[in-house]
């Protein structure tokens, strides 16, 4: 298995692998900032495993998810997560395409979130 990181910032990295054609995504992520903003018209799954993050899903009250916890993000829904503490979620099954697909309300409430915490620091 080999592993190749995609990006870094200030928020943290996005790193991907890739088993047997499918490319998973680990976001390593410092308390305060968010991620997502995306939509995918595919299902999209995820798990925390490390820290505590809050996902946002267009539909449902935002919710907190810990490690070892499981999401599961419906087909053309919205979403991003803050993370509560430093955090390193799994993300799978959203193709290399997909994760560039932002919904541009969404997408605008990740940065103002990500812009107030850079004011923060």
Known sequence: ???K???KDS???ITCFYIDGVEYTILQTRKGF???GCIHNVVEHAA???GEVEYHIRGNAAFKVQKGDNVHVQSETPH???SLTDSIVLEWNAPPD???RKDTEWRSMVEK???EREKQQ
């Open 48 to 50: 925390v495993l490390q």
């Open 1 to 3: 298995m080999e592993s």
């Open 5 to 7: 990181l995609i990006h």
């Open 113 to 115: 979130i990500n812009e």
């Open 34 to 36: 968010a991620r997502g």
């Open 80 to 82: 991003y997560f803050v």
């Open 11 to 13: 928020r943290g990295t």
């Open 98 to 100: 997909q994760k560039k």
